[in-house]
Every structure is written in C-alpha cells, then in structure tokens.
T-cell receptor, first 117, second 113 residues
Framework: EAGVVQSPRYKIIEKKQPVAFWCNPISGHNTLYWYRQNLGQGPELLIR????????DSQLPKDRFSAERLKGVDSTLKIQPAELGDSAVYLC???????????????FGEGSRLTVL | EDQVTQSPEALRLQEGESSSLNCSYTVSGLRGLFWYRQDPGKGPEFLFTLYSAGEEKEKERLKATLTKKESFLHITAPKPEDSATYLCAVQALVSGGYNKLIFGAGTRLAVHP
C-alpha cells in the first residue's frame, strides 16, 4: 500500500518568492494534516482537514500561508511571499478519521524541505 | 500551558547497552501519550499509544511506560538500526475546542557497534 506522498522533496527559493507543496494522502484516509518541523524541534500543526473542510487552522499564519484540499483527497500548502523564517520541513500526514488523534496513528510523508535564502 | 519536554536531547550508546529516554508533560487532562520514531529525512513513524498511568507497551527492544507526569521509552540491548530520533507527543484539548497533538523536540539516539 502506498504511503503519504509529498512533493517536492526539496525546494530552495529567494525570500519574497512564492512556493507550493503538494500532498497525496493514503487512499481512504479522510483526515489530512500539515505540520511544520523546524530543525531540532518536533512537528507543529498548521492545519487539519476533515475531508474538504479545514477544521483547525488556528496555527496557520493566514497573512502568507494558504491551503486547500479539493475533492477531499490531495492537498496543497502555499506560502506567498516566503520569509527567511519559513525555512523548515513541511510534513503532511493522514489518518482514517479524526478519531486517530485519540490513538496517535497518523501516517506521515517524507516531508518537503524548504530553504529560503 | 500544555508542554512536552524530552530528555536527553541526544544519547550515544554502545550496541547492547540498555538505557531509557524520558518524556515529561504538563497538559490539562491527558487523553493519550504517543511515541514516534523519526529517521533522518523521513516523517515520524508511529510506535506506541499510552492512555493511563501504569500502562506499558512493548515492541521488539522497545518498551514504553507511563506515569502521571512522565513517560519512559526503555531500549533493551539496542542495535545500530535503533538509531533515530524518538519523539513523544500528547493529545491536548486546545482553544477552540480542538484536539491536537503537541510534540516534544525529540531525543536523538545513536547506537554504535
């Protein structure tokens, strides 16, 4: 069974440029998460989707970050414009449903490493 | 404020040298504590769920335990392939009524032959 697929794996951009990350969750998983992981830190939630609906975007910096999950499957996370402090690994995860937060059984992709120069 | 602290930040062991990793937490109403393994360049991989003090879970050379204030990940006779960063997370109810996972910074474990 295919895992969570993310692209690109690596991205280097100049500050003020836009960037987008794509995530394809495990088939049948209704819940999708975007996390940001800074070097030497644990992941921090940016946004959680239940099907197409964003149910927790309280940590998403809405002035420059946006996300969408059309048709409740793939998702895209966009940053525009990027700042130096946005350099991090952006992880996508999926789970069967929101109840997986009670079990911790989230499946993570390999992440997209962003470097902003 | 809900918080998860892991110690040590880094641990170097010789193959076969058993040790423990610590995860202490402050959260209002623990709903679950989880351990993950993260290899370099990969996303975290789920290992264990613990719900109540006194609970234990085992998987191969790993055993996770939980008290009211902390959790331990015991590694018995580790092998080089156990080298990874081990992350601890708790489920917390945050403002807005949402459940979310709060991760610690992890312990980087290196096991040398």
């Amino acid at each position: 069974e295919a895992g969570v697929v993310q692209s690109p794996r690596y991205k280097i951009i100049e500050k003020k440029q836009p960037v987008a990350f794509w995530c394809n969750p495990i088939s049948g998983h209704n819940t999708l998460y975007w996390y940001r992981q800074n070097l030497g830190q644990g992941p921090e939630l940016l946004i959680r989707y239940e099907n197409e609906e964003a149910v927790d975007d309280s940590q998403l910096p809405k002035d420059r970050f946006s996300a969408e999950r059309l048709k409740g499957v793939d998702s895209t996370l966009k940053i525009q414009p990027a700042e130096l402090g946005d350099s991090a690994v952006y992880l996508c995860a999926s789970s069967l449903n929101w109840d997986s937060l009670n079990t911790g059984e989230l499946f993570f992709g390999e992440g997209s490493r962003l470097t902003v120069l | 404020e809900d918080q998860v602290t892991q110690s040590p930040e880094a641990l170097r062991l010789q193959e076969g040298e058993s040790s423990s990793l610590n995860c202490s937490y402050t959260v209002s109403g623990l709903r679950g504590l989880f351990w993950y393994r993260q290899d370099p360049g990969k996303g975290p991989e789920f290992l264990f769920t613990l719900y109540s003090a006194g609970e234990e879970k085992e998987k191969e050379r790993l055993k996770a335990t939980l008290t009211k204030k902390e959790s331990f990940l015991h590694i018995t006779a580790p092998k080089p392939e156990d080298s990874a960063t081990y992350l601890c997370a708790v489920q917390a109810l945050v403002s807005g009524g949402y459940n979310k996972l709060i991760f610690g910074a992890g312990t980087r474990l290196a096991v040398h032959p």
